[in-house]
């Protein structure tokens, strides 16, 4: 049974990747706002050049998501231009990026973040960075996944995202039987599956960037990551941040305490 459960997951993960094999690279963000990501990250907004301040809908290493406001449904896609990052509840003073719009629709713009030189580059400590992602992190509707990522009959997937390319995603069958976990954080990709040795089949470097037209999770599927060994500072961060989910995820404690025992266990 095992076998068969090890054979079809095989299958998921290859076909989610190739999914997206063949797709141009964008930033790693959750664009379906539609489906759920409308609520913007407490505490960050981006002041444009023309010093409108619009909130920030999502964050990663590579890229900012915002709503389409002011000077951007002016923009023409390619265009660049320097931008104020303020987090006041993370950081006093505000950071300078270099920016491109690489996509624009209804209810988004992405823009990408341009590393030309250090001083227009995303800077924030690990002390800041763990409180943007415990603040910021929200469960959300599986439909803004990958098509292959999504339940099976008899499955539930719930799936947890937030700022940095912040990612907490739990497959469980019929009974309430954990099945496979994805635990992406501070750029280290983990993959679980019950009933493998110690749980873990996957530890590596995560990617800042891949195409997510299709719906998120390619990168978690995409071999190219260097491996990497997992240090207890990262561990113990992670588990803080899980301890400190805003009070409107409390609902969700017990499923995120899941995670706490998969890092336990390891």
């Keep these: 049974m095992f076998d068969e459960q090890q054979g079809r997951n095989a299958q998921i993960f290859k076909k989610s990747g190739d999914e997206l094999s063949s797709k141009r690279r964008f930033p790693r963000l959750f664009m379906s706002v539609s489906e759920g990501r409308s609520n913007p990250?407490?505490?960050?907004?981006?002041?444009?050049?023309?010093?409108?301040?619009?909130?920030?809908?999502?964050?990663?290493?590579?890229?900012?998501?915002?709503?389409p406001s002011g000077v951007l449904s002016q923009l023409r896609l390619g265009q660049q231009l320097v931008c104020k990052l303020k987090t006041a509840t993370v950081t006093p003073e505000p950071m300078f990026l270099q920016l491109k719009l690489v996509r624009l629709t209804a209810t988004s713009a992405c823009?990408?973040?341009?590393?030309?030189?250090?001083?227009?580059?995303?800077?924030?400590?690990?002390?800041?960075?763990?409180?943007?992602?415990?603040?910021?992190?929200?469960?959300?509707?599986?439909?803004?996944?990958?098509?292959?990522?999504?339940?099976?009959?008899?499955?539930?997937?719930?799936?947890?995202h937030g700022p940095l390319d912040t990612n907490l995603v739990l497959w469980r069958r019929a009974g309430d039987v954990l099945e496979r976990a994805i635990i992406e954080y501070d750029?280290?990709?983990?993959?679980?599956?019950?009933?493998?040795?110690?749980?873990?089949?996957?530890?590596r470097q995560s990617l800042p960037a891949s195409d997510e037209s299709k719906g998120y999770g390619s990168i978690w599927h995409n071999p190219e990551?260097?491996?990497?060994?997992?240090?207890?500072?990262?561990?113990?961060?992670?588990?803080?941040?899980?301890?400190?989910?805003?009070?409107?995820?409390?609902?969700?404690?017990?499923?995120?305490?899941?995670?706490?025992q998969i890092l336990n266990s390891l």
């Design 225 to 260: 990551g260097p491996r990497v060994s997992l240090g207890q500072n990262w561990r113990e961060r992670l588990q803080k941040v899980l301890l400190n989910v805003p009070a409107s995820q409390q609902g969700a404690a017990a499923d995120l305490a899941v995670f706490a």
């Design 187 to 203: 750029g280290i990709l983990l993959r679980w599956e019950a009933g493998v040795d110690s749980g873990l089949v996957e530890l």
């Design 111 to 160: 823009l990408l973040m341009e590393s030309i030189s250090a001083e227009h580059r995303l800077k924030l400590d690990q002390t800041s960075k763990d409180r943007l992602v415990a603040a910021n992190l929200r469960e959300h509707s599986n439909v803004g996944m990958l098509a292959s990522l999504r339940p099976v009959p008899n499955e539930v997937v719930r799936w947890w």
């Design 41 to 67: 990250l407490h505490g960050v907004l981006l002041a444009l050049p023309d010093r409108t301040h619009v909130p920030v809908l999502d964050l990663s290493v590579a890229g900012i998501v915002i709503s």
